[in-house]
């Protein structure tokens, strides 16, 4: 095994094509090289979502898409974040040596809270602190994400060095992101130049892995075009015809430019079929066994249990030698 990997996933709704091409995907074949840790984040999904039904299908769903994705809780470590306490503690502690300043510079937070910054709640802006909180509880090496994490995975190796400075030299090992970059970032398919999300008002710019075929083609079909000839890869002139060429190319798992120049005389519409037949064809079987996993919802909840008894497993000796390091007194009866 060549090191350890913890990566988190928020249940704010089901996943959809960026998370699986961008993150899930990788998550899956990196099982085989390292011990590897995934965790439904639930309680960074609380600074979004208020709705605790949501909360509860959300995460039993997203627990779902994952092993339906491939993560073999035999081999890795799937469970709950709010299951583990560690998480919780261990964030509050690295609230105490993180500058506010580190935190003013996250470009996330500023998206997310937008020009009401005076009503967002303090969980948001401490979100990054609890991210680093995650990896650093099981002292990860390396992180798989999509690109949009890798300002938040930059801050995580900057608290670690902090806590290690104040407290204890060579601690905390600092986190390395593993991004992939052909697919690292998936893009609307309303926008090209705004990044597939969960909490993109509509529902058309994003295929999600709950999506039959009929929605699926739907959506490539109303996807937007542009009015060139053919398709070509021009990040800032094409960004519609790039994302498409790049999502075409990591389903087939081919070379983007092998795509792009099969599609070079190719018309939008035609392209956009192509397109649409590929996805489904990839993308039923994780819906069908998705649909098997979530009809016993029993079988989905043993696997989150054991799975959060093997991180706290972990989690907890770390958090016993965080509390050391900071003097926190134990107190024992005579
Ligand atoms: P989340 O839930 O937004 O996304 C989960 C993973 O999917 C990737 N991703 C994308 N990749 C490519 N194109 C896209 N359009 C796209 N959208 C999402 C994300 O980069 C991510 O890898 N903050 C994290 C969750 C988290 C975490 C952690 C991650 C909490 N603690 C500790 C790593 C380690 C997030 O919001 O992911």
Redesign the pocket.
């Known amino acids: 095994m060549k090191g350890r990997i913890?990566?988190?996933?928020?249940p704010?709704h089901g996943l959809h094509l960026?998370?699986y091409?961008?993150?899930?995907r990788n998550w899956a074949e990196l099982q085989a090289a390292y011990d590897c840790i995934y965790?439904i984040?639930d309680l960074?999904a609380l600074t979004t979502v208020h709705d605790p039904r949501a909360m509860h299908a959300n995460t039993r769903e997203v627990a779902a898409a994952l092993l339906a994705c491939g993560i073999d809780p035999r081999r890795s470590v799937l469970f709950v974040q709010s299951n583990v306490f560690a998480h919780a503690e261990l964030a509050w502690i690295l609230n105490c040596v993180t500058p506010l300043g580190w935190l003013n510079r996250m470009t996330q937070f500023k998206e997310k809270a937008g020009k009401n910054r005076e009503n967002a709640a303090l969980g948001l802006y401490a979100y990054p602190v609890?991210?680093a909180a995650?990896?650093l509880a099981y002292k990860a090496e390396y992180?798989?994400?999509?690109?949009?994490?890798k300002q938040?995975l930059e801050l995580s190796r900057d608290i670690a060095s902090a806590f290690n400075r104040a407290f204890a030299e060579d601690f905390f090992p600092l986190p390395a992101p593993l991004i992939l970059d052909a697919?690292?970032?998936?893009?609307s398919l309303r926008d090209g130049t705004k990044?597939?999300?969960?909490s993109e008002a509509s529902d058309m710019s994003r295929i999600n892995l709950t999506d039959d075929a009929e929605a699926i083609s739907l959506k490539f079909q109303k996807a937007k075009s542009d009015s060139f000839e053919g398709l070509a890869i021009d990040e800032a002139s094409r960004p519609e015809a790039t994302n498409l060429l790049r999502i075409y190319a990591a389903l087939a798992e081919r070379p983007l430019a092998e795509v792009a120049a099969d599609h070079a005389g190719t018309q939008f519409s035609a392209f956009k079929r192509e397109l649409a037949d590929l996805a489904v064809a990839k993308l039923a079987p994780l819906n069908a066994e998705m649909r098997r996993l979530m009809a016993d919802p029993a079988q989905i909840d043993a696997i989150l249990a054991d799975g959060a008894e093997r991180a706290a497993a972990i989690a907890l000796p770390v958090l016993e030698e965080v509390r050391a390091a900071c003097g926190f007194l134990r107190p024992t009866r005579g």
């Open positions: 913890f990566s988190g996933v928020q704010t960026g998370n091409l961008g993150a899930i965790c984040v960074h609890l991210q995650d990896i992180v798989p994400v999509g690109e949009d994490q938040h697919t690292a970032r998936i893009m990044k597939m999300s969960k």
